[in-house]
């Protein structure tokens, strides 16, 4: 009689069961949890910062203002920096920057020193028309509007909205470096009419 047989019972030992050909695992291990939400991370990161910089989310209102704003920086660049700092629209790509030269060592040439980033405008933000100083309206191609040091620049006016409707009127006077926005579209003036000298004195 074999061992087994007199013994009287078996032990088994479990047996593991390979699973089927074609079935998966649920679930996901806590390092792939971890990639994913990473990923995602980066993903929503990426979106929010492209969508913080699109100037399809403002207004035309929000536009002027951004823009009003960076008329009195340039000019207040050029004095603290004590130099020229020139502000560039280019009313064919809807694109405005500014930036001044710095000589850097080793170079001839000075190389341009970005001052304020360039920054796009959508079709409902375009910059339709600009006049400076006694100028005409100027519709394409590129204007340049320079700050010197002294703080002075040319009367500027520029039309925004989306062209050929004008919506704002933003309006930079040589007379105290200030700027404006206006509603709708406002007549050039030569000077600011608050603005006033007496020859006589």
Known sequence: MAWWQATGSVSRLPVKKRPAPGAFRQGLTLVEM???????????GVMMSAMSSMSVLKTTEEESGILKDVLISCRDGAIFSNQTVYLEFDLDNGSYEAYRYARKEGEEEPQRDVYINKRELADSN????????????????????????????EELVVYMGPGPEIRNTIIYSKYGGTARVEVGEKEHQLEDPDWSENLEE
């Open 34 to 44: 971890a990639i994913v939400i990473l990923i995602l991370g980066i993903l929503i």
């Open 126 to 153: 375009s910059i339709v028309a600009i006049i400076m100083g006694a100028g005409t309206k100027i519709t394409s191609g590129k204007v340049t509007l320079a700050f010197a040091p002294e703080g002075m620049a």
